[in-house]
């Protein structure tokens, strides 16, 4: 006697699994999408390497050129006292210039992914994929972090070979942490500014009014001991300000402030700023109408 089922009686476990599993709405991954978190990484990271004359190159070559006009013009031959020690000016200055060019184009490359489609009316092509709020952040912020090392290792390779300017790291991994969680903090950023922005212009004014002014005023160019006590203060409210000095002691050894409270800070504002964006997109805030 065969143990089979006669044929067209399949067994109720299997009947009940295939309505399960055709049921409509109900999900049919239930894990994590890696395939189409794998996709829309990919797709981030080609879309800017197709003009990355524009999104890597261009940013690399006006972080050097920031290099040689303050090199020049303010302090070529001078030092700067940080940390209790006297570091000359294009030591001091290069692992800024550095982050500062990761951050900015973290922030560039997050800002415009779901601005452009809101804009274009292709919006629909990030909210219909089978990606989960957290996928879709994760994607994006994948793509604006590559984008952020691409950027650093080309100012960082070409620091190495000019001439007057020492950028080997002391401390790598703790360069690499600061230079991530930097990077993460734009990508969020970045996120935020997409999703609130309804044109081009709003992405503009946070850049101009946020982005520059605070990474500008953290300590890039200058020691923050210079400043008068109340601005020092200041200057200590700035998120921008502990990655600077974090990534700076990773090259030199040496910070304006304590790595580990700088460590603190940024990976506290990271965890605010992706539950916000997880929080909003969730929500589909100024996404899904």
């Not at 829309?40 to 524009?54: D, I, P």
């Not at 006006?62 to 090199?71: R, S």
């Not at 950028?167 to 942490?177: D, Y």
């Amino acid at each position: 006697m065969s143990s089979q089922p006669p044929i067209g009686d399949a067994p109720s476990t299997i009947r009940n699994a295939s309505a399960v599993r055709n049921a409509p709405g109900v999900p049919v991954i239930r894990q994590v999408n890696w395939g189409g978190l794998r996709t829309l990484y990919v797709k981030e990271v080609r879309r800017f390497f197709k003009v990355q004359l524009q999104t890597v190159w261009a940013p690399a070559i006006q972080t050097l050129l920031y290099l040689v006009v303050f090199t020049t013009a303010l302090g070529g031959r001078g030092a700067v006292h940080v940390g209790g020690a006297e570091v000359p000016f294009p030591d001091f200055v290069g692992p800024g210039l550095i982050v500062m060019g990761m951050m900015t184009g973290a922030f560039a490359n997050a800002s415009f992914s779901l601005l452009v489609g809101k804009i274009q009316g292709t919006i629909v092509d990030y909210l219909m994929p089978p990606l989960s709020s957290a996928e879709l952040i994760a994607g994006l912020a994948g793509g604006a972090v590559t984008r952020a090392f691409c950027v650093g290792a080309a100012v960082w390779a070409v620091m190495l070979v000019s001439p007057g300017i020492h950028v080997a790291p002391v401390h790598p991994l703790v360069a690499l942490g600061f230079g991530l969680t930097g990077s993460v903090f734009l990508a969020f950023l970045g996120l935020l500014t997409s999703i609130w922005a309804e044109k081009f212009d709003h992405a503009a004014v946070v850049t101009n009014f946020v982005v520059g002014p605070l990474t500008l005023l953290s300590g890039t160019f200058y020691s923050v001991d210079r400043l008068a006590p109340a601005f020092r203060i200041a200057s200590h409210f700035n998120p921008f300000f502990y990655i600077i000095s974090g990534f700076r002691y990773g090259f030199l050894g040496i910070a304006d402030s304590s790595v580990g409270i700088g460590a603190g800070v940024t990976i506290g504002v990271d965890v605010v700023l992706g539950l916000t964006c997880y929080m909003l997109m969730k929500r589909g805030w100024k996404l899904k109408n």
